[in-house]
């Protein structure tokens, strides 16, 4: 059974940090980090593939966030700094089944439960 658990979520100022974490059962496929607000759907964040050496960031988030993962702990992080309000949302972290990193949600297989994450102004 696949299991992804999130951690790491939070209230923050705006031009704070926060790192999330995602423990995930199995290393070996693409994953990804996406983002979703109440009567929007789900938004595509960051990915990377296995071994680190792909990654694809939203526009939105480029420069400021960074995707990296430990195959030796089973889990990927996203590093999020200069947080501003609209990037708060639940953030949900994702497991592919082959190890291609890709930005949309549909390609994705597996979901953890998702964790908040607040930045106020």
């Known amino acids: 059974q696949v299991q992804l658990v999130e951690s790491g979520g939070g209230l923050v100022e705006a031009g704070g940090s926060l790192r999330l974490s995602c423990a995930a059962s199995?290393?070996?496929?693409?994953m990804g980090w996406f983002r979703q607000t109440p009567g929007k759907e789900r938004e595509f964040v960051a990915s990377?593939?296995?071994?680190?050496?792909?990654?694809y960031y939203a526009d939105s988030v480029k420069g400021r966030f960074t995707i990296s993962k430990d195959n030796t702990k089973n889990t990927v992080y996203l590093q999020m700094n200069s947080l501003k309000p609209e990037d708060t949302a639940v953030y949900y972290c994702?497991?592919?089944?082959?190890?291609?990193?890709?930005?949309?949600?549909?390609?994705?297989?597996?979901w953890g439960q998702g964790t908040q994450v607040t930045v106020s102004s």
């Open positions: 199995g290393s070996r496929y693409a």
């Open positions: 990377i593939s296995r071994s680190g050496a792909i990654t």
């Open positions: 994702a497991r592919r089944s082959i190890d291609w990193p890709d930005r949309l949600a549909t390609r994705y297989d597996y």
